[in-house]
């Protein structure tokens, strides 16, 4: 077991990163003062990792869109028919799971007990269950979420973007998958996946709040079962840097058209793609941020609404994606007015004191997210698979180090017109 002290000397906190003997990281981070513990048992495996080969599978193999999803749902099941929401009831734990592009988390949160929850927690994501009848009863069930999704305008217009972005690259197929790919599923295929994303060499354990880090070790000494390293290998098909298409329209029941405009470019790892993602937030909120000369004109217009916002959806390595969404009467005009912006701003540069005010905002948020014991997990987790040689610290480094001239020389490269998709969604009349 090899142990290191995570320490922040700016902000006087620290966490501990553990290297199992089981193969799991273990991230623990004690807050003195907190009376909640937040918990996240992840894995590095979501919808965009449908084609993998580990030593025990050989070859490449190529499993269906949505299974990654799938498997989180078959997890809460068991051989006994015991209910793990019951089971956390018991304790007093809230619990919950996700999957994303590329991970699956399990989680709970609780103010007592967080020893018994935590046993419950590497308990059930360790005893996988699936049998033909078990799989086939959840196809209805993910079928019917998949529907529920598609008669969401915003989401099929966000699912509808990412299409018309991405040519290859499986970012572009729902998470969920759809209808006819969960057909597909098989509890052989189910066990393939878990066996070789489900290692504990590919998870990572992360917690924080009101705990003692030898309680945790101790517990995570009885309950994890030691895994061989399967050299797991994923693969992904090539991605040209041009879009799809420019623009789709659809159509749904809406009052007023719904939008999405993506910005596609190159998705770099490690720390360049931590500080790529603050530079383009930055980049967003000088275009259209509610700060911005152009959100305020559009809004004095009517052409949008409190809708409206943006973000970054990127993964290291795999996709990243610059989103501007809302509901206009007109969105091409918006579109056509947000790319004369971005000629603007690469013509006469950024406005400085919006840029150094954001940034100022951006650092504060950083460091009062310290006292948030969820977020305090949350960060572990993610710059633990996303960036083994940063941690959540360093970031803060990071956002004090960028500068207007590094935003203004990302615009063509993160704002690219030429690299842009618009996604609308039209009432059906």
């Not at 009848?133 to 069930?141: F, R, T």
């Amino acid at each position: 077991m090899n142990k290191q002290i995570i320490k922040s000397e700016l902000l006087g906190e620290q966490y501990t990163l553990v290297h199992h003997d089981s193969g799991l990281d273990i991230l623990m981070w004690k807050k003195e003062g907190f009376s909640t513990v937040e918990a996240l048992f992840g894995t590095k495996y979501g919808s965009i990792n449908n084609c993998f080969k580990t030593d025990d599978t050989g070859d490449f193999i190529q499993v269906p869109d949505g299974i990654a999803h799938y498997l989180e749902h078959k997890l809460f099941e068991s051989d006994d028919n015991s209910n793990v929401f019951e089971q956390y009831a018991k304790t007093g734990a809230a619990a919950n799971a996700f999957t994303a592009n590329d991970i699956t988390a399990y989680q709970f949160s609780c103010t007592d007990n967080y020893e018994q929850s935590l046993e419950i927690l590497l308990d059930f994501v360790q005893s996988p269950y699936f049998t033909k009848e078990n799989v086939e009863k959840e196809q209805g069930i993910i079928a019917q979420e998949i529907q529920m999704g598609d008669d969401s305008p915003s989401r099929k217009c966000f699912k509808n973007l990412l299409k018309a972005l991405y040519v290859n690259n499986p970012v572009r197929i729902d998470v969920a998958g759809t209808v006819e790919s969960i057909a597909q599923i098989t509890p052989e295929l189910l066990y393939t996946c878990y066996n070789a994303f489900y290692n504990l060499h590919n998870m990572t354990l992360s917690i924080a709040g009101n705990i003692d880090e030898q309680t945790v070790l101790d517990i995570c000494d009885k309950k994890l079962k030691p895994s061989r390293d399967i050299h797991l290998e994923t693969r992904f098909p090539d991605e040209p840097p041009q879009v799809c298409e420019h623009r789709v329209s659809h159509t749904a029941a809406v009052g007023i058209p719904v939008f999405c405009i993506g910005f596609k470019s190159q998705a770099p790892q490690g720390r360049e793609y931590f500080t790529k993602t603050v530079i383009a937030a930055m980049l967003l909120e000088q275009l259209v941020g509610q700060t911005s000369p152009l959100y305020n004109s559009l809004l004095e217009e009517g052409l949008i609404n409190p809708a409206f916002g943006t973000f970054v959806y990127a993964s290291p390595g795999r996709f990243f994606t610059c989103i501007v969404e809302g509901e206009s009467s007109q969105p091409d005009e918006v579109a056509r007015r947000i790319y004369a912006e971005i000629e603007r701003l690469k013509k006469e540069g950024i406005d400085t004191e919006l840029f150094e005010t954001d940034k100022r905002v951006r650092y504060g948020e950083k460091v009062s997210s310290i006292n948030d014991v969820k977020a305090c997990a949350d960060a572990m987790l993610y710059y633990s698979f996303d960036c083994e040689d940063m941690t959540l610290f360093d970031d803060l480094g990071m956002i004090a180090s960028i500068t207007a001239e590094d935003c203004e020389n990302m615009i063509d490269d993160i704002l690219s017109t030429d690299r842009s998709s618009i996604s609308i969604v039209t009432n059906k009349e």
